[in-house]
């Protein structure tokens, strides 16, 4: 069977998930099966071999053989549930205490055997379980013989649920067709698809893992650089239909802009000019640190555009981010005169507003649309589009970019990225793009102090944070995890939030947002935030990407060390946008001292290059994890950092196809 086919099978049809967990995989962003069997766990654990009961020992995690005794107990009030019953073995006896939990009068009955899971405590006499884990017998043996999955979850499920379901999913659809061809699987030994992902969701052992992960981290740079290589082929040196001349109205804005610009700046325009007046198609990247200037570059360009007399569409990530860019070019616009015709065009937009710009873009008296993928919909046609901006690039997918391409006649394509990536990756993820890069930064921007604290100073930088909250500024928490996890001790933005709200005073305004909520619900909250109405935002690292707020002047980083340094890079450029001085606070959840070093980068320098090349020569081979901290989200499993000679070795071979 093609992997690909299982995108239109329902998880619904899959023996055992109803409406309830089909709703909790949905939260989890699994719809289908393909969904699901590309749902990687994020780290594994071994799960401990069956002791006696007078084998147990105090304070660690062990699983134990039972037979329920006679003694079940279960009472209910107002606000809890809670269930005791003991089991014994020949050697000895063990008392459990379950709360919340009211189905188990059925399930452990007088007689019924079980393993019970848990961390050893004493009581008495006699050792005792608060909430083990319960497993049938069989299953439990059975589990011994691989490392357990340990997936990212939601409340409601759990990494055996889900674990189950990939395990049917898998046995019940595969052999998979093998998508790399015989030569490179003989040439890297890799396993087949099927044996891949069965391993990298169950593996026997780390030796398993490792080839598993190998093989689905090459399929997917190999799949992406042949998707770059149909690009570039069809980019490579193609007569252009939009032929620019450098017009008196751009050099009279971009002698007026009342700043000077950088050299950097100076630098990608006149490489964007020579392009647009070359004759050939334009297929740039400006690849800028957070703040260098790389949004008025793309502001005169659309100037050029519109005063040859042809279109241009500047395409953001968020609606809040594109809704900000309209705002500031219109200012703009009227400030100097200028002679753009700007609509904004989003999911929000009402179905007035919507069919007035269709018609102006279709008839050309629109000549700048900012937006979404709202955009790249059937129904809006250009009369005349000759440049399409997209801003951080890596935000969209291949398609949805060139959608948006082909809504004119081979348009020019310039993307923006903040996103620094090492030169010794660089120079093989863009070969073939033009890339302008903007290293300097503009003279009035005041660089923001960093800290590195441990968890137990917590209180010291909330404390610090809310001085900055009293005197009318904002600030920004940031949390690795949505909501509490059964498997790991994670900061969380839903625990974290109820957190501040008892510790701040009543009227410090608290709003939450992360990648589970609805695009108009995020959207919501960071207009409330861009707005001023929410002084404190607790966020997942969607915050990344998406907001530009001058008075937020505070952001707190929970659990750093969970997070690649050129994202944490990222995360810090969501302050220091206005004229305040402005600060970066990392917690270092692990209390690590190899931790420390690699954060202490932060400290030494605000250069995302430099942190990017210094992010590539710390990161070690990594351990048995399936999370990816270069935060590109083209790949599932890949990671340019941890994967670079994967990363280089696909290239070579997709190249080799062209």
């Not at 014994?88 to 055997?113: H, I, P, Q």
Request: overall charge neutral; hydrophobic content about 40%.
């Amino acid at each position: 069977m093609n992997l690909n086919d299982l995108k239109n099978v329902s998880i619904k049809e899959l023996k055992g998930v109803g409406d309830k967990n089909a709703a909790l995989f949905a939260r989890l962003g699994i719809e289908s099966v393909y969904d699901l069997i590309l749902y990687f766990p994020r780290t594994y654990k071994k799960m401990p071999p069956l002791f006696k009961v007078n084998e147990l020992r105090e304070g660690e995690l062990c699983a134990v053989r039972l037979t329920v005794d006679d003694d079940f107990y279960f009472k209910k009030t107002a606000n809890n549930a809670v269930t005791t019953v003991s089991g014994y073995d020949a050697t000895g006896k063990v008392s459990m205490t379950f709360f919340r939990v009211t189905y188990l009068r059925n399930l452990l009955k007088k007689g019924s055997e079980w393993v019970f899971l848990g961390v050893v405590k004493r009581k008495g006499r006699h050792y005792a379980f608060e909430m083990p884990e319960i497993h049938k017998i069989s299953e439990y043996i059975e589990s011994l013989k691989n490392l357990q999955p340990v997936y990212p979850l939601t409340k409601g499920i759990n990494s055996k649920t889900i674990s189950k379901y990939v395990n049917s999913s898998i046995e019940h659809y595969s052999p998979f067709k093998d998508s790399l061809n015989a030569n490179i699987i003989k040439e890297f030994d890799f396993p087949t698809l099927s044996r891949a992902l069965a391993d990298i969701h169950f593996p026997v052992d780390s030796e398993d893992y490792v080839k598993a992960r190998n093989r689905l981290a090459f399929e997917e740079f190999y799949e992406f650089f042949i998707e770059l290589n149909e690009i570039k082929k069809a980019y490579n040196r193609l007569k252009s239909n939009y032929v620019f001349i450098e017009t008196a109205e751009y050099a009279r804005f971009k002698t007026q802009i009342p700043f000077e610009l950088t050299k950097g700046q100076n630098d990608a325009l006149n490489d964007i000019l020579g392009d647009l007046c070359s004759g050939y198609v334009m297929n740039r990247l400006v690849q800028g640190d957070v703040g260098c200037g790389k949004t008025i570059i793309a502001f005169l360009s659309c100037v050029l555009c519109a005063s040859n007399g042809y279109q241009s569409a500047f395409m953001a990530p968020t609606e809040v981010l594109a809704a900000q860019h309209f705002t500031k070019f219109k200012e703009l616009n009227e400030r100097y005169s200028l002679n753009l015709n700007i609509a904004f065009l989003s999911g929000s937009t009402t179905a007035a507003q919507r069919k007035d710009i269709l018609s102006g873009l279709s008839d050309g008296s629109i000549n700048l649309v900012v937006g979404t993928h709202a955009l790249i919909e059937d129904n809006i046609e250009f009369e005349d589009l000759a440049l399409v901006i997209t801003d951080e690039q890596h935000r969209f997918g291949v398609l949805q970019r060139e959608t948006l391409n082909e809504k004119g006649n081979a348009p020019h394509v310039l993307s923006l990225s903040a996103t620094p990536i090492p030169r010794t990756l660089a120079s093989v993820y863009y070969t073939g793009l033009q890339v302008s890069v903007i290293k300097d930064k503009p003279s009035n921007r005041i660089p923001i102090k960093t800290g590195l604290r441990s968890a137990e100073d917590r209180l010291d930088g909330l404390r610090f944070l809310y001085t900055k909250v009293k005197a009318g500024q904002q600030a920004i928490i940031v949390c690795p995890m949505i909501e509490e996890n059964e498997d790991t001790n994670l900061s969380n933005v839903t625990d974290y939030a109820k957190f501040l709200k008892d510790l701040m005073p009543k009227d410090v305004r608290i709003g939450i947002l992360h990648g589970r909520m609805k695009n108009n619900e995020k959207n919501r909250v960071m207009q409330y935030f861009a707005n001023g109405d929410i002084d404190i935002l607790v966020s997942t690292t969607v915050i990344e990407v998406g907001i530009d707020v001058p008075n937020a002047t505070v952001i707190l980083i929970e659990n750093a060390e969970r997070f690649g340094l050129a994202t944490l890079h990222q995360l810090r450029g969501r302050v220091g946008r206005g004229k305040l001085e402005s600060f970066c606070i990392l917690i270092n959840g692990s209390g690590k001292e190899e931790e420390n070093e690699r954060l202490n980068v932060m400290l030494e320098s605000d250069d995302g290059f430099y942190i990017a090349d210094e992010d590539l020569r710390l990161r070690g081979p990594g351990d048995l994890t399936g999370v990816r901290q270069s935060g590109d989200v083209r790949f599932k499993i890949a990671d340019i950092y941890r994967d670079r000679d994967l990363f280089f070795k696909a290239k070579e071979f997709a190249d080799a196809l062209y």
